[in-house]
């Protein structure tokens, strides 16, 4: 019967009218490849943020299941306490702060790399490996070091440099704490911008830098003129990703500090995060995550209107 | 450029000079970034294999036959640290092959088939970007909770994966664009279905691909503390920079060298995967898979 009708003579499955259908096969194959990531971006992104606009309308005692509906009395409550405005703050000193310095050392780094001949791969195992340790044994390590006995650090800094008292900890003081912070972020996650600008760098042809050279362009000419101007679209794209990641940063503060002494080192996510567990306000807790949430987005839609990175991400190879 | 001056190099330096002076220059950069990236990790190390009681109270630069020991690496044997590791091993690994699933998939795709607002889901992945663990994890926690992923290792996974997937589609995408669609052609043409010019074709071809989003979605899990604090809240189930945390706050003396003697552990596979696999992270990189 198969080969009179024309039809395929391989075995074929359950019998699919894909032309009585109303959209294409290749739709239908096509959708279904991107289903999976559909799936979890709105299990954890679409449902989680509509679940907290929700929660934030409710007052919510953390292990109690009772809701209760107060509308926005949350966000009120968010606007009025003293800590939403100073988190708010530290959160910006923090992400600039750490952010400006993340870009230079890290360019820095990658420049480096590029140009170095001997030991490369060594050195480029280095620096690599201080991203892709966990940020738990940064903070460990960090700890050790700048604790009052035995901490090589802490030592310096109270008898050489006479910074801190000799038996104070440095982290728990309130005017290095944050200063501490963002450096050993920044030593840490520096290494995101330099893996990215090495990419670039490594993809400029030489040819380039020959040519240059028979012109008689000396090295900071070809820099500014050939270097700089390839690396502009990834470093803009990379500024973006950094400032989301450390104003979204806790798990550093958090080792390193838990947003003390005090508040001084509480940012707004440490701040959310003690609303649910020592605060017990799940609600208001809620409310926070969707500022911070907003905050996000308008600052991404700042960014791409000014730039468009995107044009840069974009283009193919 | 005027006839007068002679082309030179910056800082009126001649060529030579130029490059003598940035010679010098590269070589003080290297040895700055060997001293200050290497530090913590051979402070680490050093730590870990001096007695504890000499960590505690004084500081060594080296250990020296006197105070060397291996004893610290005991912590490693007991029940409580070796759940977190192996906790964290299996969400690596779960991560791990949920990312190069589905990233290959999606990948596919959108390189290769056509289908209605496909440029619009590109864009919404980068949105990807903007999920903060704290943000998410927070609603999250009450989510998992009533449908009972709270405290299993499954409901990280799924959260890990997510994160880590604007990253591995966009870098799937770019780099199965990059093979030539003749290759597929030809196994079409041999009678092979569209799944199996998948299976047999591209997938092959994707290695790199797929090592280096292998290697981010592991950077991510081995890395995360935040996602584990929030939604694996029971000590039996937690990874290890969460479970290491809260051992540190309950344990009436944890030394600081037994710390760092687990830290070395659970740093040897990053060190050796920064070391034998950078080549394939930087071709990753290079294909602008943002």
Redesign the interface.
Known sequence: MASETGESIRPRGPYIPWDDLPVER??V??????L??IV??V???V???A??FW?SLHDIHTLNPEWEWVGLENYREVMNIATFWGSLWRGIVYMVGSTLIQLVVGL??AL??N??TR?Q??????????????????S???L??F?P????FQ?MGAEWFDLWASQTAPLGSRDWAMRLLILIGS?KFAVFVT??T???L??IPDRFYEAAKIC?A???QMFRDITLPRLMG?VL?VVL?RS?FM??K??II??LTQGGPGNATTTL?VL??KT?YTGQE?GL??AI?VV??LF??AS?IVYFKLFNP?E?????? | ?SQKEP????FGLS?DR?TEF?EAL?LI??AI??L???W??Y??TQ?AFTEYET?????TVFPTPDIFTLDNFTVITEPEMYTYMFNTVVVAIGTIVTVV???L??G???AR????Q?EN????????????????G??????WRSIGLLGTRVGLI??L???S?PFA??LMW?YI??IPEAHEEAAWVDGAS?WRGFRDVVVPQCRPAIIAAALFAF?LA?????FA??LLPQTDTTT??PG??RAMGQAQFLP?AY??AI?LA??LP??L???FM?SY??KG????A?
């Not at chain 1, 194959?29 to 991107?34: I, R």
């Not at chain 2, 082309?7 to 910056?10: D, E, K, L, S, T």
């Not at chain 2, 990189?285 to 602008?288: A, G, I, L, T």
């Open positions: 290749e739709t194959a096509g959708v279904a490849t991107v999976p990531v979890l971006y299990l954890i992104a449902f989680p943020i679940f907290a929660a820095w780094m480096v790399l140009r170095i030991g791969k060594l050195l480029t195992a280095v620096v690599f490996t201080a991203y892709l340790i966990p940020t738990i044994i940064v460990l390590v960090a050790r070091v604790d006995p035995g901490g090589v030592m030593w893996i990215f090495l990419a670039q490594r993809a008689g000396n090295r900071w990834i794209v990703l989301i104003f979204n806790f798990d958090w080792q996510p959310a995060y649910v799940y807790a809620n995550a911070m949430f996000l987005l991404a995107s840069e991400v974009e283009t193919t190879t | 450029m082309p030179g190099g910056i060529y130029e940035f590269k950069s290297t970034i060997v200050v990236g290497a913590p990790i402070w680490m730590l960590v505690e109270n004084s500081i699933i589905v990233s998939l999606a596919y795709g959108l088939l056509e289908f209605p496909k889901f590109a864009r919404i992945l980068l949105i990807g970007y903007l999920f903060s663990p704290i943000v998410i927070i609603p999250l926690y009450q989510i799924i959260a994966s997510a994160v997937m589609v966009w770019k664009m990059t569209r950077a081995w890395n995360d503390f935040t604090q929030i290890f920079a290491i945390l600081d710390l760092m830290s659970m740093t990053p060190l995967f920064a070391y950078q992270l930087l990189f290079q294909v602008r943002l």
